[in-house]
């Protein structure tokens, strides 16, 4: 396995490198330690063509004015917290909100725009970073890492871990989007997911609390079926998201095993994607929103529908919830979640 780094530029005053990590078929991934974010995935098709299936920027200043966290290592808090307020232990918190009045993503500030520290390693790159007590109106200092790695089989491991020295709310997860046919509309890619259940979403896509089965649903993604095939349909979640923007409830508890949650193909190009967890939900979101102010790899600006992110995560705003996997780290216990993708053809 090579790992090369080079220059990417520079933010807030710190150096910002691109590390490419190449295996023995010369199919790479790479990730850069501004945002922690994992910038592509070059794998072969059916016919060996090899392209690159994530979306993603040529230089650091197209993740500097990206908004739709695309690539990102999000925190302290994946996905939103309602009126950027939880309670722990009796105590109030009041967080910043960015999405008003609620918070994403981890706040204004949260860690997809800072620099990491960063370690090279014999199969991939740990990016690291110390946020402080009160960051963002968090609770505790957080130490937090992620470690991605790639092997010989096309498998890209992600591996988030995390301390804190006062209770609070840690859900670390990586934004790619994905589109298996390089560019374009994935409309005609097709997908499952193995969930019996979703966590619908109320105003302002804040998940209520409420668990719904999945069968008899546009949700219904037990059987492989395009994305296109019912993005459109009249149901209320669908309107409201514009397309798929919900959580799929894969495990009701959080057991630290891993196990496969999704699985994706492009027919044309014969490229698959299989996902596994150690998380109790997955997020599906077909990129509704998604806009970019400066173009992306291949010259063109993105738009909606344009990829699809599986955010694998604690269930949104679950500081809130009650009857949800606990999504609160306290001292003493080490938070370490694991997502694997492996890439290959059919």
């Not at 957080?142 to 010989?152: C, G």
């Not at 020295?165 to 840690?170: G, I, L, M, Y």
Request: hydrophobic share 35%.
């Amino acid at each position: 396995m090579e790992v090369k780094a080079t220059d990417f530029g520079e933010a807030k005053g710190k150096k910002v490198e691109l590390f490419t990590i190449t295996n023995i078929h010369g199919n790479s991934i790479a990730v850069t330690n501004y945002g922690a974010i994992w910038v592509s995935a070059i794998v072969p098709d059916k016919k060996g063509v090899k392209d690159d299936v994530l979306l993603g920027f040529s230089d650091l200043e197209g993740y500097l004015t990206d908004t739709c966290y695309i690539g990102a290592s999000v925190g302290r808090f994946a996905n939103r917290i309602e009126n950027a307020h939880f309670v722990i232990d009796g105590e109030e918190y009041n967080i910043t909100p960015n999405v008003a009045p609620n918070c994403l993503h981890g706040g204004v500030e949260g860690l997809s725009f800072r620099v990491w520290d960063s370690k090279i390693e014999d199969d991939g790159v740990t990016f690291s970073i110390v946020s402080p007590d009160g960051d963002q109106g968090f609770p505790g200092e957080l130490k937090a890492s992620v470690r991605y790695r790639w092997d010989d089989n096309n498998k890209a491991t992600i591996e988030f871990r995390a301390e804190t020295d006062k209770a609070t709310p840690v859900n670390l997860t990586n934004h790619a989007y994905f589109n298996l046919a390089g560019e374009g509309k994935i409309l005609n890619q097709q997908l499952v997911i193995r969930a019996d259940k979703f966590l619908p979403m109320k105003t302002g896509c804040i998940v209520s609390g409420e668990i719904v089965p999945v069968e008899g649903t546009p949700y219904d993604f037990h059987k492989v079926k395009a994305i296109g095939q019912d993005i459109d349909n009249d149901h209320e979640q669908l309107v409201m998201g514009k397309g798929y923007d919900e959580s799929f409830l894969v495990k009701t508890v959080d057991d630290g095993k891993l196990q496969i949650i999704a699985e994706a193909v492009d027919p044309e190009s014969g490229r698959y994607l299989q996902m596994s967890s150690t998380y109790p939900t997955v997020h599906l979101y077909t990129s509704n929103f998604l806009t970019s102010v400066r173009p992306g790899k291949k010259g063109k600006k993105y738009g909606e529908r344009e990829a699809f992110c599986l955010e694998a995560q604690y269930s949104p705003n679950s500081p809130n919830l009650k009857d949800f996997p606990s999504c609160i780290l306290r001292p003493g216990k080490t938070y370490n979640h694991v997502i694997e993708i492996i890439f290959a053809t059919l």
